[in-house]
């Protein structure tokens, strides 16, 4: 019963009028697939969803098994790769809730996640459809592994500082010098090099926290390079009560 060499002892018969004998399983794994290839490419975030042709990045879905429908010649109409179609209309809708839906990319054997949006509920802005769309994008799950990435980082470099002798600004200075260090405002720049610079814009700013001494307040603004969307404005990233010595 073993169809290959090197698998288990199991062989799955999917033939049938209708597909109640597929084995379904959670997108969330195909999507911690690709958040995992974008990574081991880039080591970044930001190419986690959309399909560009051609090309195996983004949030196209490769190898799931393939079962295409009975045509002459073979192989011509691929059954969809999800167990719902999800319109347009309704991946927004979901994506507005929170959800990531995964979408079949129509006579291929491939899915697609076009949207990550994450549980935080962006504000909305009465008077301001600009800050209103900026916090829309900041919301989204791409962005925030990207700048959360960052922000790791920065916590260790500053708590490496614990106990030292040294201003704010000698500590703003020394991490804005190595945040330049990932940042170039080319729009035009290769794939390859936004990996290598993945920021097109960045500052940091630190300040002393009145009647605490030695403990400081740290303000991060990155603007990342947008490959699907335009970010008019900066993310920020406060930390609190930061202590570097007294």
Request: some cysteine.
């Amino acid at each position: 019963f073993r169809s290959n060499p090197f698998g288990f002892r199991f062989r799955e018969e999917v033939e049938g009028p209708n597909r109640d004998r597929f084995l379904w399983g959670s997108a969330a794994w195909a999507f911690g697939a690709i958040v995992c290839r974008a990574f081991a490419a880039s080591a970044w975030f930001a190419d986690i969803r959309g399909v560009q042709r051609g090309v195996d990045s983004g949030g196209l879905v490769t190898g799931l098994p393939s079962h295409p429908f009975h045509t002459d010649p073979a192989g011509t109409a691929e059954r969809s790769s999800v167990e719902v179609q999800v319109s347009e209309a309704r991946e927004a809708e979901l994506c507005e809730q929170g959800f990531i839906p995964l979408s079949h990319c129509k006579d291929t054997p491939y899915s697609a996640f076009y949207a990550n949006g994450s549980v935080n509920e962006p504000e909305k802005f009465a008077n301001d459809e600009l800050a209103t769309a900026n916090a829309r994008l900041s919301a989204m799950l791409q962005y925030v592994l990207c700048c959360s990435r960052i922000a790791h980082y920065l916590k260790v470099k500053v708590r490496d500082r614990i106990g030292s002798q040294v201003s704010a600004r000698q500590i703003e200075d020394e991490l804005v010098s190595w945040i330049h260090g990932y940042v170039t405002p080319d729009d035009r720049a290769s794939p390859d090099m936004k990996a290598r610079y993945p920021l097109r814009d960045a500052r940091i700013q630190i300040e002393e926290i009145p009647g605490r001494p030695g403990q400081y307040d740290m303000t991060m603004f990155l603007q990342p390079h947008f490959q699907l969307d335009q970010l008019s404005s900066t993310i920020s990233f406060v930390a609190s009560r930061v202590e570097l010595g007294i």
